[in-house]
Nanobody, 116 residues
Framework: QVQLVESGGGLVQAGGSLRLSCAAS??????MAWYRQAPGKQRELVAS???????KYADSVKDRFAISRDNAKITAYLQMNSLKPEDTSVYYC????????????WGQGTQVTVSS
């Protein structure tokens, strides 16, 4: 069983920055991602990165957020800049061990609150 440990959430004023980290108890991975879920809303993909470095972003965070990974540490990071109140959510780390998605794991979530 792979465990994901997230850190870096908190309270920040609009326009501020936060950096989330997700460390996995795995030795390899195919892709890692950050999702978020606000109260009453569906969980949505924020950003993803493959072990090869390919990235994808939700349109709402492009040019403000940056996802990166450390393949040696099996850790993903999400640098969040120019935060807006609408970015307030619980952010979840996601890891996929294989390309087909047969082995997928979620973190417990970390709260990000952006005050106006």
């Amino acid at each position: 069983q792979v465990q994901l440990v997230e850190s870096g959430g908190g309270l920040v004023q609009a326009g501020g920055s936060l950096r989330l980290s997700c460390a996995a108890s795995a030795s390899i991975f195919s892709s890692m991602a950050w999702y978020r879920q606000a109260p009453g809303k569906q969980r949505e993909l924020v950003a993803s990165v493959t072990s090869g470095g390919s990235t994808k972003y939700a349109d709402s965070v492009k040019d403000r957020f940056a996802i990166s990974r450390d393949n040696a540490k099996i850790t993903a990071y999400l640098q969040m800049n120019s935060l807006k109140p609408e970015d307030t959510s619980v952010y979840y780390c996601y890891l996929q061990l294989d390309a087909l998605g047969n082995y997928r794991y979620w973190g417990q979530g970390t709260q990000v609150t952006v005050s106006s």
